[in-house]
């Protein structure tokens, strides 16, 4: 089945400790994102990257740093978190692609809650 | 910069009636236009999309969408609305296919309540 793997579904954690988000695709996407979701203020982008080793900044960057060494994985790191960074996390991908469009697929989502 | 406007934060319809979700867009070309929806829960499931041709585009569950230019507007509708369709409803939209990248700019929702 084809999806975006987002791991764990829910974290609670402490200011200052650092912590990953996954984020793994098997549709051989180009392009992934991340995404966080906030009420009243929709989905923002973080970071995304158009391919293996070329990432770049979203609206939101502030205090995350993301890699991309393979095709299939994207990960989220916060190095510090804090608790402004309490938040609902989405990771998505799409193909560069043009015929067909590049509508996304999402994973279901990380709910962090930073104490 | 691209910015996408969803006036109605709630919307509450009873059910079997009609729906129409309001989406305004702000962008220097014909942007690409897409409509989301995100059950509790769960991640945003793609319900439909426009990026050129027929200016009514029909997607799943039975919505459609309708692309008004002059209007700057993708909303979206609903014949008759089912009590599973309430949900929360996001626009978003993203460059055009002939250039520009892939990131989608997202409104701020619409919360859709339907009433048995």
């Known amino acids: 089945e084809a999806q975006v793997t987002q791991n764990p579904r829910y974290l609670i954690t402490v200011t200052g400790k650092k912590l990953t988000v996954t984020c793994s695709q098997n549709?051989?996407?180009?392009?992934m994102s991340w995404y966080r979701q906030d009420p009243g203020l929709g989905l923002r982008q973080i970071y995304y990257?158009?391919?293996?080793?070329?990432?770049d900044k979203g609206d939101v960057p502030e205090g995350y740093k993301v890699s991309r060494k393979e095709k299939r994985n994207f990960p989220l790191i916060l190095e510090s978190p804090s608790p402004n960074q309490t938040s609902l996390y989405f990771c998505?991908?799409?193909?560069?692609?043009?015929?067909?469009?590049?509508?996304?697929?999402f994973g279901s989502g990380t709910r962090l809650t930073v104490v | 910069a691209q910015s996408v406007t969803q006036p109605d934060i709630h919307i509450t319809v009873s059910e079997g009636a009609s729906l129409e979700l309001r989406c305004n867009y702000s962008?220097?070309?014909?942007?690409?236009l897409f409509w989301y929806v995100q059950s509790p829960g769960q991640g945003l499931q793609l319900l439909l999309k426009?990026?050129?041709?027929?200016?009514l585009v029909q997607g799943i569950k039975g919505f459609e969408a309708e692309f008004k230019r002059s209007q700057s507007s993708f909303n979206l509708r609903k014949p008759s609305v089912h009590w599973s369709d309430a949900a929360e409803y996001f626009c978003?939209?993203?460059?055009?296919?002939?250039?520009?990248?892939?990131?989608?700019?997202f409104g701020t929702g619409t919360q859709l309540k339907v009433e048995l």
């Open positions: 978003a939209v993203g460059p055009p296919l002939t250039g520009g990248g892939n990131k989608l700019t």
């Open positions: 998505a991908s799409s193909s560069n692609g043009r015929r067909g469009g590049y509508g996304y697929t």
């Open positions: 549709m051989n996407h180009e392009y």
């Open positions: 426009y990026f050129s041709g027929d200016t």
């Open positions: 990257s158009m391919n293996v080793e070329a990432t």
């Open positions: 962008y220097g070309a014909t942007p690409y």
